[in-house]
T-cell receptor
Framework: RKEVEQDPGPFNVPEGATVAFNCTYSNSASQSFFWYRQDCRKEPKLLMSVYSSGNEDGRFTAQLNRASQYISLLIRDSKLSDSATYLC????????????FGSGTRLLVRP | DGGITQSPKYLFRKEGQNVTLSCEQNLNHDAMYWYRQDPGQGLRLIYYSQIVNDFQKGDIAEGYSVSREKKESFPLTVTSAQKNPTAFYLCASTEGDRGGEQYFGPGTRLTVT
């Protein structure tokens, strides 16, 4: 079983749609969680951290379910510019410098 | 502007040759990382360094070597011992112990034939 698993997609949605991605992780002791965005043939960039209480940043909402060991990302009112691959990232230990990256979920937003 | 630079953007080498990828940062970050990304796969950690003159192997260190002689620089050498060196190589850095907030360079696409 992979340490971090994501549905590879692609998710093909019209502009204005709401889309949600899930990610599961295998290490129950994992401490920190993140969503990164990666455009085609570019480097990943941090989109948002995921907090236990859930957090929102504009059209983006991230949630964590520790009991079920999954993380979600909700994008409302999708824009063409949201088209990218979204990487679920887990820090397995609070003091560790290591991150575990999922293979990503690809989102395509069409006009 | 602060950031991470990697050079070159594209690199072509013949099999059997060692090649060194450059990574420089002016963010004053303590920790630096090298990842490899293959199509359809997540990033895999090759090496990381928390401080100058110290580095640790990641999950796929075989066939690679690094050095950290300066805080700003963390070059990666892909040796001839690496079986499948063709990949997208990404360098990243982070401040102190904020391991989750990594800043990436633009990457180097290495093709070995």
């Amino acid at each position: 079983r992979k340490e971090v698993e994501q549905d590879p997609g692609p998710f093909n949605v019209p502009e204005g749609a709401t889309v949600a991605f899930n990610c599961t992780y295998s290490n129950s002791a994992s401490q920190s969680f993140f969503w990164y965005r990666q455009d085609c043939r570019k480097e990943p960039k941090l989109l948002m951290s995921v907090y236990s209480s859930g957090n929102e940043d504009g059209r983006f909402t991230a949630q964590l379910n520790r009991a079920s060991q999954y993380i979600s990302l909700l994008i409302r009112d999708s824009k063409l510019s949201d088209s990218a691959t979204y990487l679920c990232v887990v820090n397995p230990e609070d003091s560790s410098y290591k991150l575990i990256f999922g293979s990503g979920t690809r989102l395509l937003v069409r006009p | 502007d602060g950031g991470i630079t990697q050079s070159p953007k594209y690199l072509f080498r013949k099999e059997g040759q060692n090649v060194t990828l450059s990574c420089e940062q002016n963010l004053n970050h303590d920790a630096m990382y090298w990842y490899r990304q293959d199509p359809g796969q997540g990033l895999r950690l090759i090496y990381y360094s928390q401080i100058v003159n110290d580095f640790q192997k990641g999950d796929i260190a075989e066939g690679y070597s690094v050095s950290r002689e300066k805080k700003e620089s963390f070059p990666l050498t892909v040796t001839s011992a690496q079986k499948n060196p063709t990949a997208f190589y990404l360098c990243a850095s982070t401040e102190g112990d904020r391991g989750g907030e990594q800043y990436f360079g633009p990457g180097t696409r290495l093709t070995v034939t």
